[in-house]
């Protein structure tokens, strides 16, 4: 089946996994590597069909890109499958660890909230204090966040609560422009940044034990749209980077050291024009890794661009 939509990957039990949208706007899933419950490798999967029956996914519209669909181990192991559905509400498609037995709950029903998903990708990650968290985009123009402790109930998904992140940290009035994206830094905190209307970098955080604050990061000229979302993540060497895109393609990593966050250019060769979302992860042997489509000579590639420890940052050719 064709794909309509950026593939998601990560890695479960030993195997690596994919979802994505395809063609037919239904959700897909793929396994490389033994599964258990399956004799061996696990074919393509629709998910849209029987037995959960899940809603479809979003169709583009107006040229705007198909919804990511994101997939992770959660941390009861069981593989949750999340994305914003055709009718703006955000899904949860849920496989217990060792099966191949899927459900699906409509979590925007499930959490009482009562703001639709309206546009863009709901994004989920693992707070530091154990909650199951995704956070989208409501048709308020506000951040929510969807957050349970496990899955103690609704055939194991958990009890869902909706928060509206942007009235708790007196945000309500920074409309976001780009996709949330939320992750844990090595410090306790909880954070989800994005870029506003007004051209800047915010970050709402969590601290360990505190209340939630809003803060602006000094980011320059970053890029917005829904395909543009900065990416946090822990590096290999323990500090906190966000690394984004600004207006000229240009790609910035943005680092949290003991003076405050400190904004660099990383050395991609003026013949490669990032575009696209960018993600930020740690690689094997502990390789601060920024992963991301560009353009070079014409034609589009992957391309990471990593650093070892305090060492050069080298870039790589993908695909």
Known sequence: MPVNATPWGFTKDGSDRAVYVASDSHVHYNAWGPVAGTGGFSPDIDLSGPPTNAPLAAPAANLAPVPDVIAFARPDNKTSIIYRSQ??????????????????????????????????????????????????????????????????????????????????????????????????????????????????????????????????????????????????????????????????HVLHELKLVAGGWGDVVLPVPPDVVPLGQMFGHVAPSARSSVLFLGLKAGASHGYEIAQTGSGPWTMDFIY
């Open 87 to 248: 009718n703006n509400h955000v899904w949860e498609i849920l496989s217990a660890s060792g099966t191949m037995t899927w459900s699906a709950l409509d979590l925007t029903v499930s959490s009482g909230a009562t703001r639709s998903a309206n546009r863009g990708s709901a994004f989920p990650y693992v707070r530091a204090d154990g909650w199951i968290t995704i956070v989208y985009i409501g048709n308020d123009d506000h951040i929510h966040e969807l957050a349970t402790l496990g899955g103690a109930s609704n055939g194991g998904h958990g009890t869902w609560s909706d928060a509206d992140l942007s009235a708790i940290t007196g945000n309500q009035f920074v409309v976001p422009s780009s996709d949330p994206w939320g992750y844990k830094r090595s410090d306790g905190y909880n954070t989800v940044i994005f870029i506003g209307t007004d051209g800047l970098m915010h970050e709402f955080a969590l601290p360990p034990g505190g209340t939630w604050g809003g803060a602006t990061l000094p980011a320059v000229q970053p890029a917005a749209g829904p395909a543009l979302r900065p990416s946090g993540y822990i590096r290999g060497d323990g500090v906190n980077a966000v690394v984004y895109l600004d207006v000229n």
